[in-house]
């Protein structure tokens, strides 16, 4: 297969856009930008046209180097071909610092808009005296969810950004949020793969048409905050890929796919690029998603960091709303 001739299949959003259904994410550890800029560059010739990046992350800047890079070397006519994802963080969720932390965002990207703006956690931390960005849980105060979707809305309608969405909701809070919000959220992020199947969400969003994206399909392997390396030493997909003659992490990727969601990948590594790209042209048998189904589930994300006896979510529970 020629791998610039991969074409990602795209599904329309509640805002009436389209977002390609495998993304490539830039979340850390990453690597100096003089090596990201190229390695994305990379992602673009390989057939990826969907980016997730966040404020927290540090890869703002590389991303719109690598865009403004295949531009240039044609392998992209413009930036309008390629779908820019992009989070607001904790530190900002006011609504007074929304729009100026989206400018900032687009400043970084060198860019006029992004296709979706996303609050990145339902928290909200004080600001420290410096540019670090950090989690902790003693900073975390009370978040204000009409308030900061107001400014989203704002966002918005301006312009700035084309759809308008959250990350890691409970089913609880996007009723909360669907109570008062003018412009309903296009895309949920969450947590999801075959060891936590969000199941419940999947079909609450299905039900509110908005369209969830999955960010560590295969379970993060072991970072620091979040992650487990439950997904790919799972004894079931080992079994499936030796017969598929897949890989695991292909597997993985091709369950989570098969749910109607938008999959966002991580590797820096040209071979896996790629091959995270080959999951469009076969399929599960219902046997194999049978045995799927009954892996046990835990969730990866560690929430021991929004956790804190005096803020505003004193248990995991309570951070979840009981969706554990």
Not at 13 to 33: D, K, R
Not at 138 to 152: L, N, Q, S, Y
Not at 189 to 203: A, F, G, P, S
Request: proline share 5%; hydrophobic share 40%; glycine share 6%.
């Amino acid at each position: 297969m020629d791998m610039k001739q991969v074409l990602v299949p795209r599904v329309k959003l509640n805002s009436g856009h389209e977002i390609p259904l495998i993304g490539m994410g830039t979340a850390p550890s990453l690597p100096p930008l003089d090596e990201l800029v190229p390695t994305l560059v990379g992602a673009v010739e390989a057939g990826y046209r969907h980016f997730d990046t966040a404020a927290v992350y540090g890869s703002e800047e590389a991303l719109g180097l690598a865009v403004a890079a295949a531009v240039q070397r044609g392998l992209i006519n413009s930036r309008n071909e390629v779908f820019i994802t992009s989070k607001l963080w904790c530190t900002e969720t006011h609504h007074n610092l929304v729009l100026p932390a989206l400018r900032r965002t687009l400043a970084m990207l060198g860019m006029d808009y992004l296709d979706l703006y996303l609050i990145h956690w339902p928290v909200t931390m004080k600001k420290g005296n410096d540019e670090e960005i950090k989690f902790a849980n003693e900073d975390v105060i009370p978040f204000d969810m009409r308030g900061t979707w107001e400014a989203m809305e704002e966002c918005h309608r301006l312009g700035l950004a084309k759809s308008i969405g959250v990350c890691n909701f409970s089913c609880t809070k996007l009723s909360q949020l669907l109570h008062h919000a003018i412009i309903p959220p296009a895309v949920n992020q969450v947590e999801m793969h075959v060891t936590w199947r969000q199941d419940k969400m999947l079909e609450f969003c299905k039900e509110k048409g908005i369209h969830v994206s999955a960010w560590s399909p295969l379970g993060s392997n072991g970072m620091h905050l979040w992650g487990n390396h439950a997904v790919m030493q799972s004894p079931v997909l080992k079994d499936i890929a030796f017969h598929k003659q897949k890989s695991i992490a292909q597997v993985a990727l091709r369950w989570v796919y098969e749910q109607g969601v938008s999959v966002l990948v991580k590797s820096f590594n040209k071979d896996r690029m790629k091959e995270n790209l080959q999951i469009l042209d076969w399929e599960l048998s219902n046997e194999e998603i049978a045995r799927i189904q009954e892996i046990p589930q835990c969730r990866g994300f560690k929430t021991e960091v929004f956790v804190h006896p005096d803020g505003p979510y004193k248990s995991a529970d309570q951070f979840w709303d009981g969706e554990l």
